[in-house]
């Protein structure tokens, strides 16, 4: 018998070059899986730094292309003046738009202002831009005192529904057509078994399922109930995902090309809480409609689609092109080794960045020291981020020795990619920058 209490076998993430959490996973009208997660800020500070979306997407479950930045607290004028708390968010298609939920407070009091905000684009990876937040017919918002993580659901006749809410409070209303404004009242969710937060709502088969995390202590887990009727009364059926080591759950179901897959996150990289990354399983249901307890695997899923071809035009600079500052030593080949002096930095100038536009940068390394290495990723001067330089046991395919960030490129053969060593050790063999539009 399994026990519920405590992480069993820790899953392989999918995404390891950044901490991401949180995962909302969504079939785009072009047939592409796309993961809307929140973003854990590397170095943390509780869970208050989260901020700048990333949205991920697969065509075979296997690989998985950060498709960049979509959102940052600086670009919500309502927001709280602190920036931060950018959550879990949703997103779903609707009126041949992408309407992207997230919850952000409004005020410095962060826990009793929580509203959720919308942004909206053509595109279900890019463009988005804020719209103001969710409001009743009064025009007051519907959040509140804990109220976080919005879920947006479609059914099948188009109603769009949205679920929210933490602390024992889960929500659900219905939204009108333009997706930002409560049709009726917001109702309480009822029947649902020790709830904490992280609702998500999905159909199959006709019957309504719910999934949220659970209250136990350090160890949360993911639990389920169903319903005929998409605001619940809800029949509580069990859990379906065991702890994953880490304090928080928060995950989604899916089906995507005949397979359902449960994604979740857990802290292996960092072995901290408020340092996720988002794994992806297989899920199964029971004749009759129950949900199989998912294994969480060291393994990649199955492919259920053909892997990315390579994009012919990607240029890849070796790291022997690159300038180098302060105590990195070379080997034979030029590659850079013994990256680990903080501040040292591995410089690649006129890097091209064509006609401009969003470029995936695939940092090519080794890292066999068995521990984490990290680097800042500087841009144009701009820092974008820190970057894991995961050990070969946390690799999947889609990682296989290649850390990737997604940002901006400006046209032409201007820019300066700087690889600023943070700590860890590892070898940086090559930098590639490939186009995404
Ligand atoms: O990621 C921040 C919060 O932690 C989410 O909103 C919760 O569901 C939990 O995962």
């Given at each position: 018998?399994?026990?519920?209490?405590?992480?069993?076998?820790?899953?392989?993430?999918?995404?390891?070059?950044?901490?991401?959490?949180?995962?909302?996973?969504?079939?785009?009208?072009?047939?592409?899986?796309?993961?809307?997660?929140?973003?854990?800020?590397?170095?943390?500070?509780?869970?208050?730094?989260?901020d700048?979306?990333?949205?991920?997407?697969?065509?075979?479950?296997?690989?998985?292309?950060?498709?960049?930045?979509?959102?940052r607290s600086d670009?919500v004028?309502?927001g709280?003046?602190?920036g931060g708390?950018m959550?879990?968010?949703?997103?779903?298609?609707?009126?041949?738009?992408?309407?992207?939920?997230?919850?952000h407070?409004?005020?410095?009091?962060?826990?009793?202002?929580?509203?959720?905000?919308?942004?909206?684009?053509?595109?279900?990876?890019?463009?988005?831009?804020?719209?103001?937040?969710?409001?009743?017919?009064?025009?007051?918002?519907?959040?509140?005192?804990?109220?976080?993580?919005?879920?947006?659901?479609?059914?099948?006749?188009?109603?769009?529904?949205?679920?929210?809410?933490?602390?024992?409070?889960?929500?659900?209303?219905?939204?009108?057509?333009?997706?930002?404004?409560?049709?009726?009242?917001?109702?309480?969710?009822?029947?649902?078994?020790?709830?904490?937060?992280?609702?998500?709502?999905?159909?199959?088969?006709?019957?309504?399922?719910?999934?949220?995390?659970?209250?136990?202590?350090?160890?949360?887990?993911?639990?389920?109930?169903?319903?005929?009727?998409?605001?619940?009364?809800?029949?509580?059926?069990?859990?379906?995902?065991?702890?994953?080591?880490?304090?928080?759950?928060?995950?989604?179901?899916?089906?995507?090309?005949?397979?359902?897959?449960?994604?979740?996150?857990?802290?292996?990289?960092?072995?901290?809480?408020?340092?996720?990354?988002?794994?992806?399983?297989?899920?199964?249901?029971?004749?009759?409609?129950?949900?199989?307890?998912?294994?969480?695997?060291?393994?990649?899923?199955?492919?259920?689609?053909?892997?990315?071809?390579?994009?012919?035009?990607?240029?890849?600079?070796?790291?022997?092109?690159?300038?180098?500052?302060?105590?990195?030593?070379?080997?034979?080949?030029?590659?850079?080794?013994?990256?680990?002096?903080?501040?040292?930095?591995?410089?690649?100038?006129?890097?091209?960045?064509?006609?401009?536009?969003?470029?995936?940068?695939?940092?090519?390394?080794?890292?066999?020291?068995?521990?984490?290495?990290?680097?800042?990723?500087?841009?144009?001067?701009?820092?974008?981020?820190?970057?894991?330089?995961?050990?070969?046991?946390?690799?999947?395919?889609?990682?296989?020795?290649?850390?990737?960030?997604?940002?901006?490129?400006?046209?032409?053969?201007?820019?300066?990619?700087?690889?600023?060593?943070?700590?860890?050790?590892?070898?940086?063999?090559?930098?590639?920058?490939?186009?995404?539009?």
């Amino acid at each position: 018998m399994t026990d519920l209490t405590r992480p069993g076998k820790i899953a392989k993430p999918v995404i390891t070059s950044i901490y991401t959490a949180d995962p909302s996973a969504v079939v785009g009208q072009d047939g592409r899986l796309y993961i809307y997660a929140s973003h854990d800020m590397d170095p943390a500070r509780g869970c208050d730094f989260m901020d700048r979306y990333h949205i991920f997407s697969t065509d075979d479950m296997v690989h998985f292309l950060d498709e960049g930045e979509i959102l940052r607290s600086d670009d919500v004028e309502w927001g709280r003046p602190e920036g931060g708390f950018m959550w879990a968010p949703d997103c779903a298609f609707k009126n041949g738009k992408y309407w992207f939920f997230y919850p952000h407070p409004t005020g410095s009091r962060w826990n009793d202002t929580w509203e959720f905000g919308v942004a909206v684009s053509d595109y279900p990876n890019k463009d988005f831009h804020d719209i103001g937040y969710v409001r009743d017919k009064a025009g007051r918002g519907v959040g509140g005192n804990c109220m976080i993580d919005p879920c947006i659901f479609l059914d099948d006749d188009g109603t769009p529904y949205l679920y929210f809410g933490g602390g024992a409070m889960p929500r659900g209303c219905v939204l009108e057509d333009d997706m930002i404004t409560v049709r009726g009242e917001v109702m309480p969710m009822e029947g649902l078994e020790d709830f904490h937060e992280a609702s998500w709502v999905f159909k199959r088969n006709g019957l309504y399922y719910m999934t949220y995390s659970d209250n136990l202590e350090r160890n949360n887990r993911l639990r389920y109930a169903v319903s005929e009727n998409p605001l619940g009364p809800w029949d509580y059926r069990g859990i379906y995902l065991a702890p994953t080591g880490c304090d928080t759950s928060h995950g989604s179901v899916v089906e995507f090309r005949g397979h359902w897959y449960a994604f979740y996150h857990n802290c292996v990289i960092s072995g901290r809480g408020n340092l996720r990354s988002v794994c992806v399983d297989e899920l199964f249901f029971e004749d009759d409609g129950s949900i199989r307890l998912v294994e969480q695997t060291d393994v990649p899923c199955p492919p259920v689609g053909p892997a990315p071809e390579p994009n012919p035009r990607a240029k890849t600079y070796p790291a022997s092109s690159g300038i180098r500052e302060g105590a990195l030593t070379l080997g034979e080949d030029g590659a850079v080794r013994g990256f680990e002096n903080a501040g040292s930095f591995l410089r690649f100038s006129k890097v091209d960045g064509l006609n401009g536009g969003r470029f995936l940068l695939r940092i090519r390394y080794r890292n066999d020291t068995g521990r984490l290495a990290r680097i800042r990723l500087i841009v144009n001067s701009t820092d974008w981020s820190l970057v894991n330089l995961v050990t070969p046991e946390l690799t999947t395919p889609t990682a296989d020795g290649d850390a990737t960030f997604t940002l901006p490129l400006k046209p032409g053969r201007t820019n300066t990619v700087d690889l600023v060593a943070f700590d860890g050790a590892a070898e940086i063999l090559a930098l590639t920058a490939e186009p995404l539009d």
